[in-house]
């Protein structure tokens, strides 16, 4: 794909103001572009860094149109946007990610098909459209395995882990409301992910690999180098991927590591991404400034260079209840918050991010100042 650069001064818009809205805004900035965003929370995190603002639901034609008609180029910062909507804007507007990375990947059955076709490898799995379809994949995965529901999920929403048969009926509930996958779980040794930005000309760029933890499916911390081998088995999957998902911008592949040290994708996120956030201090450029760099058709740099390795915490409304008081007496911690109105103890309320020389001590430090929250 080719496309005209747009120099500074430009407005991008941004469909999207939470916090991932809110870092491309401020990258966008510091290179002279103005941006507009589109919100359906009028107190978004994104609404107060950005020149305007367009209080509407993602699915408002008139003010999708109207974030068109004011932007040279349009980006959007989640996945959860209509296909279709977005698939009509590009016929009018300037969207350089375009909708085919949406239409595939908001959806984990088309996700997972697209990901066999490109010819990664996956965790075994099954569709799920109704309660017969749930003892077949009893009879093909076998115990344990996890239902999730086939759009719409995030940090582990619409997930049941199916341990026994006693854990059935908890799956039927999910299956009533919405089309599922099931996937066989997997005895994870390691979760790593690496986040790539697509420029102009197909040019691509990767970051590190980066090491993350989960807990109750949401990312914990990442850890940057990754302390694995895997990072030219992970480019090899993220190169066959981008032969079928046409896109421009940055995107993160994430990937399990079993017992028997093989790598599986795990899924594909379209946009920056929470294990990404690190390269804001570690690295020569950030996910957000390749991003920018990417749909307003500039060169990216040929590799991102890590500056220091990182230790990168999330701060969930329980971590800051225990940590806040602390924060003036850590300038090493570099603590973004984002200005969501509403503290609730597991919602995204911040990160932080420790550059250091030595991983596994700040590691340890992190791990028993984290110590206090529940799960
Ligand atoms: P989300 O869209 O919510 O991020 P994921 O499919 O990435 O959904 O699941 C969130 C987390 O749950 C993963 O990062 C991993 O820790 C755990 N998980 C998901 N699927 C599996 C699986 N098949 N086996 C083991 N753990 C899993
Ligand atoms: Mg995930």
Redesign the pocket.
């Known amino acids: 794909m080719n496309f005209n650069k747009l120099s500074f001064g430009a407005t991008i818009g941004i469909i999207g103001g939470g916090q991932l809205g809110k870092m491309m805004a401020q990258s966008a900035q510091k290179m002279g572009y103005k941006v507009i965003v589109l919100d359906p929370n009028i107190d978004c995190p994104c609404r107060y860094v950005a020149h305007e603002f367009i209080h509407a639901e993602y699915d408002d034609e008139k003010a999708l149109q109207q974030l068109g008609d004011s932007a040279d180029v349009i980006t959007y910062e989640f996945e959860n946007i209509s296909a279709n909507q977005l698939k009509s804007l590009t016929d009018k507007y300037n969207i350089p990610q375009g909708y085919q990375a949406i239409e595939l990947l908001q959806d984990?059955l088309t996700e997972k098909q697209t990901l066999e076709q490109a010819g990664t490898q996956i965790?075994p799995y099954t569709s799920i459209k109704n309660k017969d379809d749930l003892s077949n994949a009893v009879s093909e995965l076998g115990y344990p395995?996890?239902v999730?529901t086939r759009f719409g999920?995030?940090?582990?929403?619409?997930?049941v882990l199916v341990k026994t048969e006693e854990d059935l009926e908890e799956a039927e509930t999910i299956i009533s409301k919405q089309e599922c996958v099931a996937?066989?779980?997997?005895?994870?040794d390691k979760?790593v992910s690496l986040t790539v930005t697509i420029g102009n000309h197909q040019q691509i760029t990767y970051f590190p690999l980066q090491e993350?933890e989960?807990r109750n499916?949401?990312?914990f911390k990442t850890i940057v180098p990754a302390r694995s081998d895997k990072t030219e088995s992970a480019k090899r999957e993220v190169e066959k991927i981008t032969n079928v998902v046409h896109f421009v911008g940055t995107f993160t592949v994430?990937f399990?590591i079993d017992e028997n040290n093989h790598l599986y994708v795990?899924?594909i996120a379209p946009r920056p991404h929470n294990s990404g956030h690190y390269s804001i201090e570690a690295c020569d450029y950030s996910q957000f400034d390749t991003h920018i760099l990417a749909v307003t058709g500039q060169s990216l740099p040929q590799q991102i260079e890590v500056l220091k390795p990182a230790v990168m915490m999330n701060l969930l409304g329980k971590d800051l209840d225990l940590l806040e008081h602390e924060f003036g007496e850590h300038p090493e911690w570099h603590v973004h918050i984002y200005g969501k109105s509403e503290r609730k103890p597991n919602r995204k309320m911040g990160h932080m991010t420790i550059l250091t020389n030595d991983i596994d001590e700040t590691e340890k430090d992190m791990l028993k100042r984290f110590e206090g929250r529940e799960g």
Not at 153 to 159: A, S, V
Not at 183 to 188: A, R, T
């Open positions: 984990r965790v395995f996890i999730k999920g995030y940090d582990g929403k619409g997930q996937e066989k779980f997997l005895e994870i979760e993350n989960h499916q949401i990312l994430e399990f795990n899924e």
